[in-house]
Protein backbone atom coordinates (compact mmCIF):
# COMPACT_ATOMS: atom_id res chain seq x y z
CA UNK A 1 0.00 0.00 0.00
CA UNK A 2 3.34 2.00 0.37
CA UNK A 3 1.88 5.94 1.24
CA UNK A 4 -1.49 5.07 -0.23
CA UNK A 5 -3.41 3.68 2.95
CA UNK A 6 -2.15 6.70 4.81
CA UNK A 7 -3.47 10.11 3.40
CA UNK A 8 -1.63 13.15 4.57
CA UNK A 9 -1.45 16.74 3.83
CA UNK A 10 0.18 19.75 4.49
CA UNK A 11 -0.85 22.41 7.70
CA UNK A 12 0.52 25.76 7.07
CA UNK A 13 -0.26 28.21 10.25
CA UNK A 14 0.86 31.33 10.40
CA UNK A 15 0.25 33.82 12.88
CA UNK A 16 -1.19 31.58 15.44
CA UNK A 17 -1.14 31.80 18.89
CA UNK A 18 -1.39 29.31 21.32
CA UNK A 19 -1.85 29.23 25.22
CA UNK A 20 1.11 27.84 27.35
CA UNK A 21 -1.12 25.01 28.58
CA UNK A 22 -1.68 23.75 24.89
CA UNK A 23 1.78 23.64 24.17
CA UNK A 24 3.17 20.32 23.64
CA UNK A 25 6.46 19.63 24.30
CA UNK A 26 9.28 22.38 24.42
CA UNK A 27 8.89 25.74 22.32
CA UNK A 28 10.93 24.69 18.58
CA UNK A 29 10.70 21.17 19.20
CA UNK A 30 8.03 20.55 17.23
CA UNK A 31 9.63 18.91 14.39
CA UNK A 32 11.83 16.44 16.82
CA UNK A 33 8.77 15.93 18.80
CA UNK A 34 7.24 14.89 15.28
CA UNK A 35 9.86 12.36 13.77
CA UNK A 36 9.64 10.73 17.74
CA UNK A 37 5.78 10.10 17.32
CA UNK A 38 6.64 9.09 13.74
CA UNK A 39 9.38 6.67 14.63
CA UNK A 40 6.73 4.86 17.26
CA UNK A 41 3.77 4.96 14.69
CA UNK A 42 6.24 2.73 12.20
CA UNK A 43 7.74 -0.02 14.98
CA UNK A 44 3.53 -0.40 15.43
CA UNK A 45 3.09 -0.51 11.55
CA UNK A 46 6.01 -3.45 11.73
CA UNK A 47 3.86 -5.21 14.42
CA UNK A 48 1.07 -5.03 12.54
CA UNK A 49 3.04 -6.07 9.05
CA UNK A 50 4.37 -9.07 11.22
CA UNK A 51 0.82 -10.26 12.21
CA UNK A 52 -0.29 -9.89 8.34
CA UNK A 53 2.92 -12.16 7.67
CA UNK A 54 2.10 -15.16 10.06
CA UNK A 55 -1.14 -15.20 9.18
CA UNK A 56 -0.85 -15.56 5.47
CA UNK A 57 1.83 -17.98 6.33
CA UNK A 58 -0.18 -20.03 8.20
CA UNK A 59 -3.18 -19.83 5.31
CA UNK A 60 -0.75 -20.85 2.56
CA UNK A 61 0.82 -24.10 5.24
CA UNK A 62 -3.41 -24.92 5.79
CA UNK A 63 -3.97 -24.24 1.73
CA UNK A 64 -1.00 -26.65 1.07
CA UNK A 65 -1.92 -29.57 3.44
CA UNK A 66 -5.54 -29.47 2.19
CA UNK A 67 -4.81 -28.99 -1.80
CA UNK A 68 -4.01 -32.49 -3.64
CA UNK A 69 -2.00 -32.61 -6.79
CA UNK A 70 -0.93 -36.30 -8.24
CA UNK A 71 -2.17 -38.13 -5.52
CA UNK A 72 -0.80 -36.35 -1.97
CA UNK A 73 -1.07 -32.76 -0.73
CA UNK A 74 1.03 -30.20 -2.35
CA UNK A 75 2.73 -29.32 0.58
CA UNK A 76 4.50 -32.69 0.15
CA UNK A 77 5.68 -31.82 -3.38
CA UNK A 78 9.57 -30.35 -2.56
CA UNK A 79 9.22 -27.00 -4.64
CA UNK A 80 6.17 -25.89 -2.25
CA UNK A 81 7.49 -26.77 0.59
CA UNK A 82 10.72 -24.63 -0.22
CA UNK A 83 8.45 -22.15 -1.19
CA UNK A 84 7.22 -22.17 2.35
CA UNK A 85 10.10 -23.13 4.34
CA UNK A 86 11.36 -19.30 2.65
CA UNK A 87 8.55 -17.61 3.48
CA UNK A 88 8.48 -19.23 7.24
CA UNK A 89 12.22 -17.73 7.74
CA UNK A 90 11.33 -14.64 6.22
CA UNK A 91 8.89 -14.11 8.81
CA UNK A 92 11.06 -14.76 11.91
CA UNK A 93 13.25 -12.42 10.51
CA UNK A 94 10.53 -9.81 10.35
CA UNK A 95 9.45 -11.17 13.86
CA UNK A 96 13.15 -10.70 15.02
CA UNK A 97 13.42 -7.07 13.79
CA UNK A 98 10.06 -5.87 15.18
CA UNK A 99 11.06 -7.39 18.53
CA UNK A 100 14.49 -5.54 18.67
CA UNK A 101 12.65 -2.48 16.96
CA UNK A 102 10.24 -2.73 19.99
CA UNK A 103 13.26 -3.15 22.42
CA UNK A 104 15.06 -0.35 21.03
CA UNK A 105 12.09 2.03 21.60
CA UNK A 106 11.72 0.90 25.26
CA UNK A 107 15.19 1.14 25.81
CA UNK A 108 15.13 5.01 24.57
CA UNK A 109 11.99 5.91 26.82
CA UNK A 110 14.01 4.19 30.12
CA UNK A 111 16.93 6.00 29.33
CA UNK A 112 15.20 9.50 29.04
CA UNK A 113 13.17 8.87 32.28
CA UNK A 114 16.70 8.07 34.17
CA UNK A 115 18.38 11.68 32.49
CA UNK A 116 15.45 13.33 34.00
Not at 44 to 59: I, T, V, W
Not at 106 to 112: D, T, V
Request: with cysteine; proline share 1%.
Amino acid sequence: MSLHGSHSAEVIMEYCEVTVENVLGSEGQGYVNALKILANGRAGLAARNLGSSQHLLDLSVKFAKERVQFSKPIIEHQGVAHMLSELAVNVEVLRSFVYRVAWMVRASKLLKKRRG
